[in-house]
Nanobody
């Protein structure tokens, strides 16, 4: 079973940009859907964006539409989350998950079987 491994993240000022990467370990993303979620301690994971590896269909959470872009690199077996116009409220740990949800179920974190370790994003002046 493929294991996602996140990298990227860090700190930036409001209005800045960061890029997160999610690489496949122990296999490939072929046949999977890969999504980014974020989680504040004590709350459920919140859907950010998802992509179907085959076909490239994408779905975005309402809070990030127009600011974040999810994409994939077939050759590198990696999914990226480009985050622009970052806000302080985007400060949280971001997780990459893999699973096989249908597109209408992308937002349900229970549909994903494997998760990365998480990467911190901090937006502060």
């Amino acid at each position: 079973q493929v294991q996602p491994v996140e990298s990227g993240g860090g700190s930036t000022q409001p209005g800045g940009s960061l890029r997160l990467s999610c690489a496949a370990s122990g296999g490939t993303f072929s046949g999977y859907s890969i999504s980014w979620f974020r989680q504040t301690p004590g709350k459920e994971r919140e859907f950010v964006a998802g992509i179907r590896w085959s076909g490239g269909n994408t779905v975005y959470g309402e809070d990030v539409k127009g600011r974040f872009t999810i994409s994939r690199d077939n050759a590198k077996n990696t999914v990226y989350l480009q985050m622009n116009s970052l806000k302080p409220e985007d400060t949280v740990v971001y997780y990459c998950g893999t699973g096989r949800p249908i597109i209408s179920a992308f937002r349900d974190h229970k549909m994903y079987y494997s998760w990365g370790q998480g990467t911190q994003v901090t937006v502060s002046s």
